[in-house]
Nanobody, 124 residues
Framework: QVQLVESGGGLVQAGASLRLSCAAS????????MGWFRQAPGKEREFVAA????????NYADSVKGRFTISRDNAKNTVYLQMNSLKSEDTAVYYC?????????????????WGQGTQVTVSS
């Protein structure tokens, strides 16, 4: 069993930056790929970013490429999402995600465990 706790969300103006953190317990994350998803009001939960177990490879949704960076510190059992140049359309609840299988997740159906979510609100 793994428990995930996100932090770092908040209310910012367009163009600002935030860094989200996902602290894990119950598992050592160094053995697992990880992901970030988000869910905006009235929309389905969608993929944001994923990272391999050792950080050798990352994947991003087209909507965040060039602005967001996923990273990890396995010594701290923590995954991060650096968000720059935030837009109002980035407003959503952001979820840390632990996958079911041995591949970087890109769909909610591939997720075994979710964090509680952290709210990111970008004002225009």
């Amino acid at each position: 069993q793994v428990q995930l706790v996100e932090s770092g969300g908040g209310l910012v103006q367009a163009g600002a930056s935030l860094r989200l953190s996902c602290a894990a317990s119950g598992r050592t994350l160094s053995n697992y790929d990880m992901g970030w998803f988000r869910q905006a009001p009235g929309k389905e939960r969608e993929f944001v970013a994923a990272i391999t177990w050792n950080g050798d490879s990352t994947n991003y949704a087209d909507s965040v490429k060039g602005r967001f960076t996923i990273s990890r510190d396995n010594a701290k059992n923590t995954v991060y999402l650096q968000m720059n140049s935030l837009k109002s359309e980035d407003t959503a609840v952001y979820y840390c995600a632990f996958p079911k299988g041995p591949y970087p997740p890109h769909s909610p159906s591939m997720i075994a465990s979710w964090g509680q979510g952290t709210q990111v609100t970008v004002s225009s």
